[in-house]
């Protein structure tokens, strides 16, 4: 046991010398590396002088520049990726976050159709859009864009059963539908004059497309023909079964013509493929969404009135015109297409007004300091335009029920909200863009 004892006691001896012997060590080590970083002063003073002093700090404030700039361009990068972050965590919460839409009614698959409409992002086409949503069915919707909006069906997309495809019906178009609207086409002077050609090709090609179409796919498809078939009518008011008095070499000749023709083709298509149409002639319509600057009577005197300018009636004031709100319009043609009726069916408003007592009725519903100015009369402008609905009320059941004065509040309320609008983006515009 005496002999254990003194070997640990041994060991243990052993043991703390070691530690002791690394711990002097390490002290030695360490102040070694001390003095290799921080020479003595009398080191430094043996040093040779610099030659150029004026050098030497401009030396040190390039470095000194430089080392700013890298530590500028680091905190840039860490910006960066910190904004990419950001931009991802925005991204994966707009997908994650659903849209709301407004209510749509359940179909099963026997019932639910897969619709086209081309146009579908126009003034008419998108009010349809919102009908035919609403009711359950699969909406498609075809349109370039040329008088059409995006922001006028925005409020569908996403939803599971829309879908919106930029496309020009001039050019053939292949898929499976079972109901086609053709409402593809500029319908405002303004806009089918600027290209009356192309105006032509989408009233013949387009249609040819749309009932080639629908010859493939067995589809029944309404053609959106135009009062304008029938020109400076001499018969009044003007029956489905009236030919017309157009002039087909006339400023306005691309739309009328180009939209007989359309209907031509239709019953060439009925008559010998078997396709199922539907003709409806659209009499003048007016509501929320049209063009605030398209040419027609009621979007000019409206922004007239609300500008406080003055509310110019071409010619005597005394041609007529029949107005109908756009929701009346598109139940007649959901009417029209449900029908088993195959001839032409007029779709307007059988009350009808002078341009003059109409813009008195604008002027009135605005207010404002406004004054009526009569101008030089347009070529070819039809002097009597109303429509015979016996057809319509027969066969469709179907009338106009909004009130002139209703949906002109309605429509002067979407213009004004329009019009400002359009005054604050150019105000952004102005801010951003302007030049000093």
């Not at 500008?307 to 005394?318: C, L």
Request: net charge positive.
């Amino acid at each position: 046991m005496t002999a254990t004892k003194k070997r640990l006691k041994i060991v243990a001896v052993v043991v703390l010398l070691l530690l002791l012997v690394v711990y002097l060590y390490r002290a030695v080590s360490v102040s070694a590396g001390i003095s290799d970083v921080s020479p003595p002063e009398d080191a430094q003073a043996r040093l040779p002088p610099t030659e150029n002093s004026v050098q030497s700090s401009l030396q040190m404030a390039y470095e000194e520049q430089g080392f700013l700039i890298r530590e500028q361009k680091a905190e840039l990068q860490r910006t960066r990726e910190h904004l990419a972050h950001l931009e991802e965590q925005i991204r994966s919460l707009q997908t994650s976050t659903p849209r709301k839409y407004p209510k749509v009614k359940y179909l099963n698959y026997k019932n639910r159709k897969r619709i086209l409409i081309t146009g579908g992002a126009g003034f008419v086409g998108s009010h349809l859009v919102d009908d035919l949503m609403v009711q359950g069915h699969e909406v498609i919707v075809v349109d370039n864009f040329f008088t059409g909006r995006k922001r006028n069906v925005e409020h569908w997309l996403g939803h599971e059963n829309f879908e919106l495809i930029h496309h020009d019906i001039v050019n053939p178009l292949f898929i499976e539908i079972d109901e086609i609207y053709h409402l593809a086409s500029p319908a405002s002077p303004p806009h089918y004059m600027y290209n009356p050609v192309k105006t032509i090709k989408t009233n013949t090609m387009g249609t040819i497309n749309v009932l080639g179409l629908a010859k493939r796919v067995m589809a029944k498809v309404l053609i959106a023909s135009t009062s304008e078939v029938y020109g400076d009518p001499t018969v009044h008011p003007q029956p489905e079964t009236y030919w017309g008095h157009v002039n087909p070499i006339g400023p306005r000749a691309c739309y009328d013509e180009g939209k007989r023709v359309s209907e031509t083709l239709s019953y060439a298509y009925a008559k010998q493929e078997k396709v199922q149409v539907r003709v409806a002639r659209i009499f003048n319509t007016y509501g929320p969404r049209m063009h605030m600057n398209d040419g027609r009577v009621v979007s000019n005197f409206i922004l007239q009135a609300l500008r406080n300018e003055t509310i110019t009636v071409y010619g005597n004031g005394k041609q007529t015109r029949s107005f109908q709100y756009v929701s009346d319009l598109v139940d007649g043609l959901i009417a029209l297409m449900a029908s088993n009726y195959t001839q032409p069916i007029n779709l307007g408003n059988p009350v009808e007004q002078t341009i003059g007592e109409f813009a008195q009725i604008i002027k009135q519903l605005v207010g404002g300091p406004s004054v009526i100015r009569q101008t030089k009369a347009m070529e070819d402008d039809p002097q009597r335009r109303k429509p015979d609905i016996t057809r319509a009320r027969q066969h469709l059941h179907w009338e106009p029920k909004v009130p002139l004065e209703t949906g002109l509040k309605r429509t002067i309320s979407y213009f004004r909200n329009e019009l400002a609008r359009s005054d604050r983006f150019q105000e952004s515009s102005n801010k951003y863009f302007e030049s000093p």
